[in-house]
């Protein structure tokens, strides 16, 4: 997160130059994703194409590692460049969470928005001429608005979504069509955003639901999944049809920056804001998941 920090920092001093000479941003920030939840990372069960060539277009890291071991914390870390002492989130809700038998630390106070007065990424990009949007989970607050977003499509306070399938029941969401799918739904507003600002430097915040629970997915690929044999570690056919059809998504993105020669004049970053649910997708050989300070945890895909 930090890297990440420094290197927006870099691209601001060095292209301050012409509005052509800004690199666009997409910064595909996936919730609950598992370190080894990707073939790219070793899975044999879950089929993810599309981020494999992202793969081949640029770099992999296999010791990334989230701020945090769960949403709030690490996407305050990711939009302010500051450790949870900085900016005040340490967990999801209160930090009395679960059996207190279990604490083996007082639990210190805990915000669970981001104060307007954070300084965050995109309202640093916007000063310099670029169109920010965030698309998707937001959690830091009621609105990515007030943080420095042009525009906001189904982002809120909310953790995760009610149904993946439409009607979404999300106020800053319009419904689709009854059953639409909302990963598809999110990169259509993508792709709309992109389309729109192409001419423009812009900073897309795709920041996908999924696959945080409830774990729902189209049908025809859970089908696939349950008739694939399993691993021992990656076996739930409706988690993996969750990941097929966020990396068919993500290739719908990269092949819209193709189409619009986009490619050579964006950067795309791509990964999760903390371990997998390890009840879900066991993230073997790394212990633990989402929730724990261990590897599993915390330890996190950057493409």
């Not at 598992?34 to 060539?53: A, F, K, M, V």
């Not at 460049?81 to 207190?100: A, D, F, L, W």
């Not at 259509?188 to 774990?215: A, C, Q, R």
Request: aromatic residues 12%; positive net charge.
């Amino acid at each position: 997160m930090r890297i990440f920090k420094l290197f927006i920092l870099f691209i601001l001093v060095f292209f301050l130059g012409n509005a052509q000479d800004k690199p666009n941003i997409v910064y595909i920030n996936i919730d609950d994703l598992g370190w080894s939840d990707l073939s790219c990372y070793g899975s044999t069960y879950y089929e993810t194409p599309n981020i494999d060539r992202l793969v081949s277009m640029g770099l992999k890291f296999t010791d990334a590692y989230a701020s945090a071991a769960n949403c709030a914390p690490s996407r305050a870390g990711l939009m302010s460049g500051q450790y949870s002492p900085r900016h005040g989130i340490y967990t999801v809700g209160t930090s009395e969470r679960g059996k207190s038998k279990d604490r083996k630390l007082i639990p210190v106070k805990n915000k669970t928005i981001l104060p307007d007065s954070v300084v965050t990424i995109a309202e640093t990009l916007k000063k310099v001429g670029y169109i920010t949007a965030s698309m998707g989970k937001w959690h830091l607050g009621e609105d990515p608005r007030t943080q420095g977003f042009d525009i906001n499509i189904g982002g809120n306070h909310a953790g995760h979504p009610k149904t993946y399938f439409s009607p979404y029941r999300n106020k800053n969401l319009e419904d689709g069509p009854i059953g639409e799918y909302l990963t598809d739904r999110l990169t259509n507003e993508g792709i709309s955003f992109i389309e729109s600002n192409k001419d423009n430097p812009f900073f897309l915040y795709m920041t996908y639901y999924t696959v945080h629970t409830p774990i729902q997915g189209k049908q025809d690929l859970i089908e696939k999944y349950r008739n694939k044999p399993t691993s021992k570690y990656h076996k739930n056919a409706t988690y993996a049809a969750m990941v097929e059809a966020m990396d068919s998504n993500v290739g719908r993105l990269i092949n819209t920056l193709e189409e619009l020669n986009l490619t050579k004049n964006t950067m795309i970053i791509f990964t999760s804001d903390n371990g997998g649910l390890f009840t879900v997708s066991e993230q073997f050989p790394l212990k633990y998941g989402k929730g724990s300070y261990y590897e599993g945890g915390v330890r996190i895909p950057l493409i």
